[in-house]
């Protein structure tokens, strides 16, 4: 292989990492999160939180009647406030931090205007019984990164709950930094934002003695052009989930005890576990979502009435751009949801939407509202909608999945492979020679048609490539590095030998 062939094999493998972007990239991109997280970290505990909290303050659209300020809790027991033009001030008890507050917000606004405090992320996640030194007026902000995102508290102290609005209407849950609060904060953000693409959205409706069979591909009802809705045999689901694979699957039902209680049609109630499902839907790699109902009227049948039995709005809501908007069409815009979310340390989060209700414990609906649901599903075929829990793939998991450039292989053994591939060539002497002893160069004589022979060639070249340079390449490199130094060694050797034969041949010559 001559300059010109090796330089094609160069361009190709730095294609290859061009691929992705740098930050995402094998080895690199661990470094890169290394220095991400210890950047954050700097941020969280320096200077540079009071600079960031300005920044936010700053970026604030106006909001008549409010006094936007910014605060920072210490390891030492002080609060630290600044505005927007950077000014700070240290507060150890109530009287400064009252000082402190009229003087930063001097000209700021009005003596009537709503004090609007927005904390840095360790003020809520590692010192929220410092949150009682707090006018108790002040409307509570949190800010996480770039965004401010309003708080809500009940309680005081270690043992006050605190939820953030990530978006409208939506509220997730901030734990405690040693609870792993923060980690758990950014999994079920992430989830809210994640691309809900309606292609890969099954929407199935559990029918005992129905089809033992799913399509691979999502199906569009031909007059309504929504999404069709699968029938599928309960008994037979946990093992059909393979075939939807890297899609949503959406079930509906009532959820007691583990178990997902169903009815079609006019048929009795059924019930299905709920943990088979999940174990199944992550062993095939399909994200689950179980919307939960006070009946267990399934999609799709028809009621006594001969109506059939729809979600509302859950078509319009399969239209939304991601998961919390997809959320917040089921349920409506007036309301609250809080999402938690728990495991988003593996390769799968798990996910639980219920009302909230500020100052009050969220869970499932009073009674009264399940019989009235209940006369509703019957006599409008209206299956409605009060809560949600999903299995996900993970943040983590979804990232991995990204970056990966052939499929169904591990990104890092992937970029492992082009990175050694990338060190055989640097060491390309050695590994041309190894290649040639392992697999000799054909000859044209073997071959009855110069076709045959180029195409020889080519597998052999690409073997070489492919399979090769990214099994061998750091061996070749150390192999490399061991000639040059032996070499050294030798020339070394030889010097000294040169030298001394030189001085004992100038001694000999003295009379």
Same mark, same amino acid.
């Given at each position: 292989?001559?300059?010109?062939? #090796? ?11 061009? !691929? ?13 999160? !290394? ?40 390891? =030492? ?18 009287? =400064? ?85 923060? #980690? ?13 693409? #309606? ?54 039902? #009532? ?13 009795? =109630? ?11 839907? =992550? ?191 750091? /061996? ?27 001085? /004992? ?7």
């Amino acid at each position: 292989m001559r300059f010109g062939s #090796r330089a094609a094999l160069i361009v190709a493998l730095l294609s290859a990492m061009a !691929i992705m972007p740098p930050s995402q990239a094998g080895i690199l991109s661990g470094i890169a999160k !290394i220095g991400a997280r210890t950047a954050r970290t700097t941020a969280l505990h320096g200077v540079g939180a009071l600079d960031n909290l300005a920044a936010v303050l700053k970026a604030l659209p106006h909001r008549p009647g409010r006094m936007p300020l910014a605060a920072a809790a210490t390891a =030492e027991g002080h609060w630290r406030l600044t505005n927007a033009a950077g000014e700070v001030i240290t507060a150890a008890n109530g009287p =400064e931090m009252a000082r402190a507050i009229r003087t930063l917000s001097a000209g700021a606004g009005t003596a009537e205007a709503r004090l609007s405090l927005h904390l840095s992320e360790d003020s809520v996640f590692r010192f929220r019984h410092m949150l009682d030194d707090l006018p108790a007026t002040a409307e509570l902000n949190v800010v996480i990164g770039k965004e401010s995102f309003a708080l809500t508290r009940t309680g005081t102290g270690l043992t006050a709950k605190l939820h953030a609005q990530v978006r409208p209407g939506i509220m997730v849950e901030i734990g405690r930094a040693e609870a792993g609060g923060r #980690r758990l904060f950014d999994e079920a953000v992430w989830q809210l934002a994640r691309t809900f693409n #309606r292609a890969d959205v099954r929407i199935l409706s559990l029918e005992p003695g129905g089809p033992g069979r799913l399509p691979a591909v999502t199906t569009r009802d031909p007059l309504t052009k929504a999404n069709a809705i699968d029938r599928v045999d309960p008994e037979r689901l946990p093992q059909l989930l393979a075939n939807l694979r890297g899609q949503t699957a959406i079930v509906t039902g #009532r959820v007691e005890g583990g178990m997902l209680f169903h009815r079609s049609g006019t048929l009795a =109630e059924r019930s299905t576990p709920l943990d088979g499902l999940t174990r199944a839907a =992550e062993a095939a790699d399909v994200n689950l979502i179980v919307l939960q109902t006070n009946t267990g009227l399934q999609p799709g049948a028809r009621n006594w009435l001969w109506q059939r039995a729809r979600v509302p709005g859950l078509e319009q809501a399969l239209q939304r751009p991601d998961f919390a908007a997809f959320l917040a069409g089921l349920v409506g815009p007036e309301q609250r949801m809080l999402v938690s979310v728990s495991g988003a340390d593996t390769a799968r989060a798990s996910l639980r939407v219920t009302p909230f209700e500020e100052g009050a414990r969220t869970g499932p609906l009073r009674p009264l509202t399940n019989t009235l649901d209940d006369v509703v599903s019957h006599v409008t075929a209206s299956v409605v909608v009060h809560g949600a829990s999903a299995s996900l793939r993970s943040a983590d998991r979804q990232r991995e999945l990204d970056r990966r450039i052939v499929p169904g292989i591990p990104s890092d053994l992937q970029f492992f492979a082009i990175g050694n591939a990338i060190l055989g060539l640097f060491a390309w002497g050695l590994s041309r020679r190894a290649w040639r002893r392992l697999w000799p160069p054909e000859t044209r004589e073997e071959y009855a048609s110069a076709l045959g022979y180029g195409a020889a060639r080519i597998v052999r070249e690409a073997a070489f490539a492919l399979l090769f340079l990214p099994l061998t390449g750091v /061996f070749m490199v150390l192999g490399t590095f061991a000639i040059w130094a032996w070499r050294l060694i030798a020339a070394f050797v030889w010097f000294i030998g040169r030298l001394g034969r030189l001085v /004992f041949g100038l001694a000999g010559a003295r009379p």
